[in-house]
């Protein structure tokens, strides 16, 4: 389905350092979305990119990936591409498949398309996308609007995989199908043809502590739900099959008091173990995206209760 870009799906790769991904990736290879552990980077010797808006980088003020690599590809980005033995194709490595890493990878594959400046369609994509992808989904749309209802079914192929557990099995195959469905269904929204879901919304309420909540997303875009119920700190918690959990730890914006990233080394601290890392921004972060975490619930819980008692 892509026709230039050589994507390379690879969600069993543990995050790298920028140097490291320069010495693993050929020429003309970019970082996308948290395969590199780092800031945004550009190295003119490869060309190497990194595109990241998790780490090292105040994330309000970041923009989403796939916001970046526009803002690249439309500055001159596949200028610079080397000819390595008769290939200029972009390279782009990724270890995650959602709303922001399939809308890079539609970008990137499409340079023409995203480099016209007065582009409404695809500029307006990238607007609600990068807000939302920003704010982890925080930001304040109303779940009844037209564009949120389009970007839903867009996204579909990966909040139903992200909801059956799919992301926990590491199946690169598995990642490749929902970054082309995904991009197949851009492909007709930018052509006039996206349909509309409404959002499932549903969650429930695990634990309730002092400004924040420890929530299961029960919906497809349970956390949605949780922030138009006015709750703006949170862990989301998700069991696997294997006994380990995923767990995301986030807050709407950093005027909300909740140390994230206080609770996030807490935890490294507790579980000790390197292939289960956790990772992120002062405003959102999580657990392994590969391995998860085997911390009890409970210990999630009293953990981030601890940290928040600190703060006042």
Same mark, same amino acid.
């Given at each position: 389905?892509?026709?230039?870009?050589?994507?390379?799906?690879?969600?069993?790769?543990?995050?790298?350092?920028?140097?490291?991904?320069?010495?693993?990736?050929?020429?003309?290879?970019?970082?996308?979305?948290?395969?590199?552990?780092?800031?945004?980077?550009?190295?003119?010797?490869?060309?190497?990119?990194?595109?990241?808006?998790?780490?090292?980088?105040?994330?309000?003020?970041?923009?989403?990936?796939?916001?970046?690599?526009?803002?690249?590809?439309?500055?001159? +980005?596949?200028?610079?591409?080397?000819?390595?033995?008769?290939?200029?194709?972009?390279?782009?490595?990724?270890? $995650? =498949?959602?709303?922001?890493? =399939?809308?890079?990878?539609?970008?990137?594959?499409?340079?023409?398309?995203?480099?016209?400046?007065?582009?409404?369609?695809?500029?307006?994509?990238?607007?609600?996308?990068? #807000?939302?992808?920003?704010?982890?989904?925080?930001?304040?749309?109303?779940? $009844? +609007?037209?564009?949120?209802?389009?970007?839903?079914?867009?996204?579909?192929?990966?909040?139903?995989?992200?909801?059956?557990?799919?992301?926990?099995?590491?199946?690169?195959? $598995?990642?490749?199908?929902?970054?082309?469905?995904?991009?197949?269904?851009?492909?007709?929204?930018?052509? !006039?043809?996206?349909?509309?879901?409404?959002?499932?919304?549903?969650?429930?309420?695990?634990?309730? !502590?002092?400004?924040?909540?420890?929530?299961?997303?029960?919906?497809?875009?349970?956390?949605?739900?949780?922030?138009?119920?006015?709750?703006?700190?949170?862990?989301?918690?998700?069991?696997?099959? #294997?006994?380990?959990?995923?767990?995301?730890?986030?807050?709407?914006?950093?005027?909300?008091?909740?140390?994230? %990233?206080?609770?996030?080394?807490?935890?490294?601290?507790?579980?000790?173990?390197?292939?289960?890392?956790?990772?992120?921004?002062? +405003?959102? !972060?999580?657990?392994?995206? %590969?391995? !998860?975490?085997?911390?009890?619930?409970?210990?999630?819980?009293?953990?981030?209760?601890? %940290?928040? %008692?600190?703060?006042?």
């Amino acid at each position: 389905m892509l026709s230039i870009l050589d994507l390379r799906v690879e969600p069993m790769t543990h995050p790298m350092g920028f140097t490291e991904f320069c010495q693993y990736a050929p020429p003309n290879s970019s970082a996308l979305d948290g395969f590199v552990a780092c800031g945004p980077r550009y190295d003119p010797m490869g060309p190497w990119w990194c595109f990241n808006h998790h780490e090292e980088v105040e994330r309000l003020y970041t923009r989403a990936t796939c916001t970046q690599i526009a803002m690249a590809i439309r500055s001159g +980005m596949y200028q610079q591409l080397r000819d390595t033995r008769g290939n200029r194709r972009p390279i782009a490595f990724v270890n $995650d =498949c959602d709303q922001d890493v =399939c809308t890079a990878v539609w970008c990137m594959d499409n340079p023409d398309a995203t480099a016209q400046i007065i582009n409404p369609l695809l500029n307006r994509l990238l607007t609600i996308e990068d #807000n939302l992808d920003t704010t982890a989904g925080a930001y304040p749309y109303a779940p $009844d +609007m037209e564009i949120i209802q389009e970007m839903a079914w867009i996204f579909e192929p990966y909040t139903r995989f992200r909801a059956s557990g799919g992301i926990s099995c590491r199946n690169a195959s $598995d990642f490749r199908g929902v970054i082309e469905d995904v991009y197949a269904r851009i492909g007709q929204y930018m052509v !006039g043809r996206c349909q509309r879901i409404e959002l499932d919304t549903h969650y429930r309420t695990i634990f309730a !502590g002092r400004g924040w909540s420890a929530i299961e997303e029960l919906g497809l875009h349970g956390r949605t739900g949780a922030y138009h119920d006015g709750i703006k700190a949170y862990l989301s918690i998700k069991e696997r099959t #294997n006994g380990a959990h995923d767990v995301v730890v986030g807050r709407t914006s950093p005027f909300i008091p909740f140390p994230v %990233a206080s609770i996030l080394a807490r935890y490294n601290d507790i579980e000790a173990d390197v292939d289960r890392r956790w990772g992120g921004s002062d +405003m959102i !972060g999580g657990s392994n995206r %590969a391995n !998860g975490t085997m911390l009890s619930v409970d210990l999630l819980i009293e953990t981030a209760a601890t %940290a928040v %008692a600190t703060m006042f």
